[in-house]
Nanobody, 130 residues
Framework: QVHLVQSGGGSVQAGGSLKLSCAVS????????MGWWRQSPGKEEREGVAAIDGTDGSIAYADSVEGRFTLSQDNAKNTLYLQMNDLQPEDTAMYYC??????????????????????WGQGTQVTVSS
């Protein structure tokens, strides 16, 4: 069984930074990416933010966060991170780490989010004020 435990998040003003962590226990299926998805207020569907393909280390970012967010992982600590810089009010959302079937990291974060997920973290709120 895989468990994903998130930490980090909080409230910042526009232009600020936050770092999210996702501690992983258990073995991730080799066919799955790990990454971050978010659900904004009033939106029904979660959107992909960033993901890493464990088979080749490739990372994909949503266009909306490219250049501002950085996904990284510490294999020794079995932890995934999302460093978020220059946060904007539109980044306000509940952020989730998750595993997802991974044809590629790009597909993992751009495909519709109604299927192909394995495990989810508990979610952490990020609120950005203007």
């Amino acid at each position: 069984q895989v468990h994903l435990v998130q930490s980090g998040g909080g409230s910042v003003q526009a232009g600020g930074s936050l770092k999210l962590s996702c501690a992983v226990s258990g073995d991730i299926d080799s066919t799955h990416c790990m990454g971050w998805w978010r659900q904004s207020p009033g939106k029904e569907e979660r959107e992909g933010v960033a993901a890493i393909d464990g088979t080749d280390g490739s990372i994909a970012y949503a266009d909306s966060v490219e250049g501002r967010f950085t996904l990284s992982q510490d294999n020794a600590k079995n932890t995934l991170y999302l460093q978020m810089n220059d946060l904007q009010p539109e980044d306000t959302a509940m952020y989730y780490c998750a595993t997802r079937l991974c044809p590629s990291a790009r597909v993992a974060i751009t495909a519709p989010t109604f299927a192909d997920f394995g495990f989810w973290g508990q979610g952490t709120q990020v609120t950005v004020s203007s």
